[in-house]
């Protein structure tokens, strides 16, 4: 079992810079290959960034590629996602998900644990 806890979540402007984080507890965290997904009112819940189990590979929407970095501590059990240039379509609630393989999956249905969610609202 993986136990995972978001924080960082809050209200930015756009422009600005936000960092998530989310905690696992567990000895098999570095075993994951862990995605961090993010839904808007009204929409489908979409993959945002992913990273490796090793921290090796990372994968990011089009949506946020250059803004948003994903990286993790296998020390500190935590996986974080830096948010800048952010702009009012990023406002969503973002979730981190953990998956025992190597890479991390796109799919969200891929994805055996989840924790959950923080809020991001970018204003204009």
């Known amino acids: 079992q993986v136990q995972l806890v978001e924080s960082g979540g809050g209200l930015a402007q756009a422009g600005g810079s936000l960092r998530l984080s989310c905690a696992a507890s567990?000895?098999?965290?570095?075993?994951?290959?862990m995605g961090w997904f993010r839904q808007a009112p009204g929409q489908e819940r979409e993959f945002a960034a992913g990273i490796s189990r090793s921290g090796l590979s990372t994968f990011y929407a089009d949506s946020v590629k250059g803004r948003f970095t994903i990286s993790r501590d296998n020390a500190k059990n935590t996986v974080y996602l830096q948010m800048n240039s952010l702009k009012p379509e990023d406002t969503a609630v973002y979730y981190c998900?953990?998956?025992?393989?190597?890479?991390?999956?796109?799919?969200?249905?891929?994805?055996?644990?989840w924790g959950q969610g923080t809020q991001v609202t970018v204003s204009s």
């Open positions: 567990g000895r098999t965290f570095r075993s994951n290959a």
């Open positions: 998900a953990a998956r025992a393989t190597v890479l991390p999956p796109r799919r969200e249905d891929e994805y055996d644990y």
